[in-house]
């Protein structure tokens, strides 16, 4: 096995998802992990798409990008535009031993979860291209099955837009609910793993969350609390 197959490098790429390489980073270094196979990802991917509002048409599937789609997306997009999520907010509730964690560096992740409205991108994947890139986005966020996809309505400047959104699963083993901001704060300036830093993570976010001129007041308010805890050493 090549390393690329067996260690993705502080992250994903297009190369390590075509590859399914995140799988066999997880399975390899983190065996106790459960897993999705690969025929159950498609099989829900195929699911998603069948309960696809009648709007949708032969333009693409739009995503909506509100983490780590925003800087990292890894697929073919044909088309971006800002859109609001209403009903829904991002927030740290995912607590992962893998990826950017591990048993004893626990990290955090963001998800969608019910109240309030998400600022974020809206991405279209084409139609030509659709399942094979589609695939690749459930291979990085269907994996440990810690996300519900769903479509969702977004409202962007030309009007509504009917979307797959990526909600976390509330009843999955990682759903930690809203920790305390001390506790969150400790587990994103510490967590890190086989894809990288949690505070990389929140670094990335905010950067490009910044550049899409949407800003998130309490993203910043962790990321300064993160850098002041890396910097006093603790």
Request: proline share 6%; with cysteine; hydrophobic share 40%.
């Amino acid at each position: 096995m090549s390393r690329i197959e067996a260690r993705p490098a502080r992250g994903i790429t297009r190369e390590v998802l075509e590859n399914d390489a995140v799988r066999a980073a997880i399975s390899e270094t983190h065996p106790e992990v459960p897993l999705l196979a690969d025929e159950t990802l498609r099989d829900s991917m195929e699911r998603t798409l069948e309960q696809r509002p009648a709007q949708v048409d032969t333009q693409g599937v739009w995503l909506f990008a509100y983490g780590s789609l925003l800087w990292n997306p890894c697929i073919d997009v044909a088309e971006r535009c800002p859109a609001r999520l209403y009903g829904y907010h991002r927030d740290f509730r995912l607590k992962l031993t893998y990826g950017r964690g591990t048993p004893e560096t626990p990290g955090l992740m963001l998800g969608l979860v019910p109240g309030g409205s998400c600022r974020g991108v809206a991405l279209r994947v084409p139609w030509a291209v659709l399942r094979r890139e589609l695939l690749l986005v459930w291979r990085r966020e269907m994996l440990t099955g810690v996300y519900v996809p769903r479509w969702l309505t977004l409202k962007t400047p030309d009007g509504d837009l009917p979307a797959i959104a990526f909600t976390v699963d509330r009843g999955h083993v990682c759903y930690c609910g809203r920790l305390g901001e001390d506790d969150t704060v400790a587990l994103m300036a510490t967590g890190q793993g086989l894809l990288g830093t949690a505070q990389d993570y929140l670094e990335s976010t905010v950067d490009h969350l910044d550049s899409e001129r949407i800003y998130d007041r309490r993203l910043h308010h962790l990321r300064a609390r993160v850098r002041r805890f890396r910097a006093q050493g603790r």
